[in-house]
């Protein structure tokens, strides 16, 4: 129907009885029978009083609103459907669903408000209590014990209300880090369902319980396909644990997108997480920064400081690698203010983690050691934590540079002899990469370059590859290093790694020019040698040197010691001269 002006519509409201506007809501419930969420508005707008099959439409109504993106929508169905249910046990349970389905839209408000009304000891107000401690404070040891209280006394509730309770602890024991909150989280897990297991064993230690977790995660993506947005995002977070996420990426985008204004936005903040996760997995670091704006505004908006903290460190990982050193260290030193006074032990890992790679890409070593020791010590990795295998090669890596040989040969062989390589492809990638590093004689380079995950991790490749070719030029093997340092060099510049890829052509330089090139005249001295000479000539210090170079000093004065008799000079003031009378 069409009215000449939009007065008239109200109007006819207006002077229409109640009888009559139930009667035409009827009519409407007719009409639209085909469509779930229209029917069970107009049927539950035309009912007055209990009635069971009304409340039942409008929870059907309200699963499929919220499997579409219209989690708030979904909320005013299940707050009408339980004002609609003729017995209290009904009542109390759609009011439950609403409050949780009211978490989950990031409207923590109103789902106290709806808590309040069905019961102060009911299992919504443990649920909603803790999210708004976990979400908005960060305070998961407040979080941990009300959700372990409620589940106490799992013989009163229902198996999805129990479900969501466990699943609520797994998480928030995720957060933690803590060993002995993620004991109690298992206690519960006897009789769980198979999506709370697979949770269980990919959020948590996935080291020693994550084998097979990968077919598990790709099962349970076929069966829920593009559902519940909260199936989504949990699935999403265990296929990132087992690396498996770029598989699923597509499904991950579009429901973030589909959930971000007006759907369950709670959920759309972790799944946006994942985006920019797995966007700096796969090489789109500008797009991952993006992405991260994004993210932070929604999580400011509200008021979400959990997450907030969480973009604050991917974005800072992203500077790390970058060489914006600086900004990486300003965001470690906020997370782990935040973070550690609350006990959020993931966190304060990433605070770590982004020191480590800050210390990597600066070319500060034993700084980049002191850090990754502190996420897991040498040899071993730290159960519960997962960025202790994320670092997995980062700690070889420092390990070797700083000359700590048996500590990097110790830790490669702890991932080999965990079965680390089982868990997923990038694992198996870094964990023959990191004892190729440790191993004289470079066997497994060539493993670790032709590895099927490698090209997935395009950063982590591009690692391996700088490292594949410093081992060959050591080896004299100029023209294989040449290759492979030239690939290296490109990769970092796609990625914007600007001192990766100024450290990979300077490998490139030292190998010398490539055949048929003209020769150096300084004939008696290796490139690197000549480069070495020309900066020190220019009058660098060793330390200057060695920092342009990434090389330690007393590495420089080394390769000094050699080319002062080459040359037949005794002093840096002398080597000006020297060289340009051999060139």
């Known amino acids: 129907m069409v009215f000449r002006h939009p007065l008239v519509r109200s109007a006819l409201l207006r002077t229409a009885s109640p009888n009559e506007r139930h009667a035409a809501h009827r009519d409407l419930a007719e009409l639209h029978e085909q469509d779930a969420e229209r029917y069970a508005t107009h049927i539950a707008a035309a009912t007055v009083d209990p009635d069971e099959e009304v409340a039942e439409a409008l929870e059907y109504g309200a699963h499929s609103a919220s499997g579409r993106g219209g989690a708030a929508s979904a909320v005013a169905m299940l707050t009408r459907a339980a004002e609609l249910s003729p017995t209290a046990a009904g009542r109390s349970q759609r009011l439950e669903e609403a409050a949780f389905v009211a978490a989950q839209a990031a409207l923590l408000d109103e789902a106290h408000e709806l808590r309040v009304t069905a019961g102060p000891q009911s299992p919504a107000a443990a649920l909603t209590a803790a999210y708004a401690a976990l979400y908005r404070e960060g305070d998961v040891r407040a979080a941990h014990r009300r959700v372990a209280a409620a589940l106490s006394g799992a013989g009163a509730l229902d198996a999805d209300t129990r479900a969501r309770l466990l699943n609520l602890l797994l998480a928030i024991s995720m957060f933690a880090h803590d060993e002995a909150m993620w004991r109690v989280a298992e206690g519960f897990c006897a009789g769980a369902d198979e999506m709370s297991l697979l949770y269980r064993d990919a959020w948590g230690d996935v080291a020693r319980h994550?084998?097979?977790?990968?077919?598990?995660?790709?099962?349970?993506?076929?069966?829920?396909?593009?559902?519940?947005?909260?199936?989504?995002?949990?699935?999403?977070?265990?296929?990132?644990?087992?690396?498996?996420?770029?598989?699923?990426?597509?499904?991950?985008?579009?429901?973030?997108?589909?959930?971000?204004?007006?759907?369950?936005?709670?959920?759309?903040?972790?799944?946006?997480?994942?985006?920019?996760?797995?966007?700096?997995?796969?090489?789109?670091?500008?797009?991952?920064?993006?992405?991260?704006?994004?993210?932070?505004?929604?999580?400011?908006?509200?008021?979400?400081?959990?997450?907030?903290?969480?973009?604050?460190?991917?974005?800072?990982?992203?500077?790390?690698?970058?060489?914006?050193?600086?900004?990486?260290?300003?965001?470690?030193?906020?997370?782990?203010?935040?973070?550690?006074?609350?006990?959020?032990?993931?966190?304060?890992d990433l605070a770590e983690a982004i020191g480590v790679a800050a210390g990597l890409t600066s070319g500060d070593y034993e700084a980049a050691y002191a850090y990754a020791s502190g996420l897991t010590a040498p040899g071993t990795f730290r159960p519960y934590s997962q960025l202790s295998l994320r670092t997995l090669f980062d700690l070889v890596e420092a390990a070797v540079h700083t000359g700590r040989l048996d500590q990097a040969q110790a830790h490669a062989a702890a991932a080999r002899d965990l079965h680390l390589p089982g868990v997923s492809g990038r694992l198996d990638f870094l964990?023959?990469?990191?004892?190729?590093?440790?191993?004289?004689?470079?066997?497994?380079?060539?493993?670790?370059?032709?590895?099927?995950?490698?090209?997935?991790?395009?950063?982590?490749?591009?690692?391996?590859?700088?490292?594949?070719?410093?081992?060959?030029?050591?080896?004299?093997?100029?023209?294989?290093?040449?290759?492979?340092?030239?690939?290296?060099?490109?990769?970092?510049?796609?990625?914007?790694?600007?001192?990766?890829?100024?450290?990979?052509?300077?490998?490139?330089?030292?190998?010398?020019?490539?055949?048929?090139?003209?020769?150096?005249?300084?004939?008696?001295?290796?490139?690197?040698?000549r480069e070495i000479a020309e900066l020190a000539a220019g009058g660098l210090s060793n330390k200057e040197i060695g920092a342009k170079l990434f090389l330690s000093p007393r590495t420089v004065g080394a390769h000094l010691y050699r080319v002062f008799p080459k040359l037949g000079v005794s002093s840096r003031a002398s080597l000006r001269d020297a060289l340009a009378g051999s060139s």
């Open 431 to 529: 964990t023959t990469a990191a004892l190729a590093l440790t191993d004289h004689a470079g066997a497994g380079f060539a493993a670790a370059a032709a590895h099927p995950a490698a090209l997935q991790f395009p950063f982590d490749r591009a690692r391996v590859q700088l490292a594949h070719g410093m081992w060959l030029r050591r080896q004299r093997e100029r023209s294989a290093a040449r290759a492979v340092l030239t690939e290296a060099a490109a990769g970092f510049e796609r990625l914007g790694a600007v001192p990766w890829a100024a450290r990979a052509q300077a490998e490139l330089k030292a190998t010398g020019p490539a055949a048929g090139s003209a020769a150096d005249g300084a004939s008696a001295l290796t490139p690197q040698e």
């Open 210 to 348: 994550g084998h097979g977790a990968g077919d598990r995660v790709r099962a349970a993506f076929g069966r829920i396909g593009d559902g519940q947005p909260w199936d989504v995002m949990r699935l999403g977070v265990a296929a990132f644990f087992v690396d498996a996420l770029a598989e699923h990426r597509d499904l991950v985008r579009s429901v973030a997108a589909r959930e971000e204004h007006g759907g369950a936005v709670t959920n759309a903040m972790t799944l946006l997480q994942l985006v920019m996760l797995d966007q700096i997995s796969a090489g789109e670091w500008d797009d991952a920064l993006a992405t991260g704006r994004r993210g932070l505004e929604l999580t400011v908006e509200h008021g979400y400081t959990l997450f907030e903290h969480q973009f604050y460190g991917f974005t800072g990982l992203v500077q790390a690698w970058r060489g914006d050193v600086e900004a990486a260290h300003r965001a470690a030193d906020r997370l782990d203010r935040w973070a550690r006074p609350r006990g959020v032990g993931y966190l304060t």
